[in-house]
């Protein structure tokens, strides 16, 4: 699964994005029929427009990862990182980077 996380934009191509505007909608899909969806590739914005932002999404991913000890997070995750926000960029790239050094 493929996600794109952003409360505004849309990803420049349409070919398998899930397209999340926020944690609510981020923990529906990644709780699909109570079964978790492995996440292969994703994409953060920062600034979700709400008191939730990119990083405390990453947070329920990480802590959604190791709950099910492993499963959620493809072990080859893409990511990246769209945000203009620099500060919320460096914060949310130190944690998964951190997360999936200790993860292997």
């Known amino acids: 699964m493929k996600i794109y996380l ?3 934009r849309n990803p420049s191509t349409d070919k398998g994005w899930y397209i999340v505007r926020n944690l609510h909608e981020l923990e529906k899909l990644v ?3 109570k079964c978790f969806c492995q996440i ?3 994409s953060f914005d920062h600034d979700l427009g709400e008191e ?3 990083l405390d999404c990453l947070k ?3 802590e959604t990862d190791i709950l099910a000890k492993g499963k959620l997070l493809h072990k080859d995750l893409k990511y990246n990182f769209h945000t ?3 500060c919320g960029r460096e914060n949310m790239k130190s944690y998964l980077e ?3 050094k200790f993860k292997k």
Do not use: M, Q
């Open 84 to 86: 203009a926000n620099p």
């Open 60 to 62: 329920f991913l990480v």
């Open 40 to 42: 292969d590739e994703i």
């Open 98 to 100: 951190c997360y999936l």
């Open 52 to 54: 939730k932002n990119g």
């Open 6 to 8: 952003d409360d505004e």
């Open 31 to 33: 709780y699909i029929d």
